[in-house]
């Protein structure tokens, strides 16, 4: 399995981006897909997952401000990223993962940066 991140790029704040993250596999349509970030010097941390029922959370930094989504048809997961700030900057990584089992794959990452 392949997940292929794209969409990022240099943004003002206040500004919008979308991710787009494409699965390959057959695996799609039961997993649970994430959005994960990483800032310089900093842990990677959860920005926001839907499950393969599209059951979604998100951290507290983004609600309100960020909105994942998925096509299952188009094996595809989406994070439309609105009024960015300077504190998003950071390269963001899509995840998959199935349930009670042991798959769980990373993209290459997109890197936002956002501007003030």
């Known amino acids: 399995v392949q997940l292929q991140a794209c969409g990022g790029g240099l943004v003002q704040a206040g500004g919008t981006l979308r991710l787009s993250c494409l699965a390959s596999?057959?695996?799609?349509?039961?997993?649970?897909m994430g959005w994960y970030r990483q800032a310089p010097g900093k842990q990677r941390e959860l920005v926001a997952r839907?499950?393969?029922?599209?059951?979604?959370n998100y951290a507290d930094s983004v609600k309100g401000r960020f909105t994942i989504s998925r096509d299952n048809g188009k094996r595809t997961v989406y994070l439309e990223m609105n009024n960015l700030k300077p504190e998003d900057t950071a390269v963001y990584y899509c995840?998959?993962?199935?349930?009670?089992?042991?798959?769980?794959?990373w993209g290459q990452g997109t890197q936002v940066t956002v501007s003030s």
């Open positions: 596999g057959s695996i799609f349509g039961i997993s649970d």
């Open positions: 995840n998959q993962r199935v349930p009670l089992t042991a798959i769980d794959y």
């Open positions: 839907i499950t393969k029922s599209s059951t979604t």
